[in-house]
């Protein structure tokens, strides 16, 4: 069983959609939770860093932890076309390496 | 400011050739990690370096050299690359090694090896 699960998609939303992406994991000992959007060719951007459970919002942005179910979401409002790329959800727990799920692929179309 | 430099941007090179990938953060981590990414995969994890030594190689072949000369500078070393070489190679950086904080990562090198 991997470490990190992460529904790779592809997933395709019109725009204003509002989009949810999904993780689970195994590790109960994660602690770290972040969410990164790549763009196609390009190195992966921080979206989101979420310590413990619970829930953290920035913008159209929000992220949740439910460490009890082992799962981690992240919803974006009002989605828009620049939103399209593959988002990355990754973990660690203290004083060891991070881990990434596979990444969901995000089409918004206009 | 939370930038991560990398160069070249882009490097194509054959199998007999030496060069060199370069990493530059300012941000006073002192954590830096390289990884290489293959088409639709997750970041791969090659090695990671915690106050300029390194504490995690995960069974890279010896082609790859990696070094870091100093807490803001991280270099990879290619020698005798194979053509699954090819791939983006990712640098990053985090205040320590592991959990405890995020990591920032650079924009990549696409590596082509002919």
């Known amino acids: 069983q991997k470490e990190v699960e992460q529904d790779p998609g592809p997933l395709s939303v019109p725009e204003g959609a509002i989009v949810s992406l999904n993780c689970t994991y195994s590790?109960?000992?994660?602690?770290?939770f972040m969410w990164y959007r790549q763009y196609s060719r390009k190195g992966p951007e921080l979206l989101m860093y979420t310590y413990s459970s619970g829930n953290k919002e920035d913008g159209r942005f929000t992220a949740q932890v439910d460490k009890s179910s082992k799962y981690i979401s992240l919803f974006i409002r009002d989605s828009q076309p620049s939103d399209s790329a593959t988002y990355l959800c990754?973990?660690?727990?203290?004083?060891?390496?991070?881990?990434f799920g596979t990444g969901t692929s995000l089409t918004v179309i206009p | 400011d939370t930038e991560v430099t990398q160069t070249p941007k882009h490097l194509v090179m054959g199998m007999t050739n030496k060069k060199s990938l370069k990493c530059e953060q300012h941000m006073g981590h002192r954590a830096m990690y390289w990884y290489k990414q293959k088409a639709k995969k997750p970041p791969e994890l090659m090695f990671v370096y915690s106050y300029e030594k390194l504490s995690i190689n995960e069974s890279v072949p010896s082609r790859f050299s990696p070094e870091c000369p100093n807490s803001s500078l991280l270099n990879l070393h290619l020698h005798a690359l194979q053509p699954e070489d090819s791939a983006l190679y990712l640098c990053?950086?985090?205040?320590?090694?592991?959990?405890?904080?995020?990591?920032?990562f650079g924009p990549g090198t696409r590596l082509t090896v002919l």
């Open positions: 990053a950086s985090s205040h320590s090694s592991g959990g405890g904080d995020t990591q920032y």
């Open positions: 590790n109960s000992a994660f602690q770290y």
């Open positions: 990754a973990m660690s727990e203290f004083g060891n390496q991070f881990y």
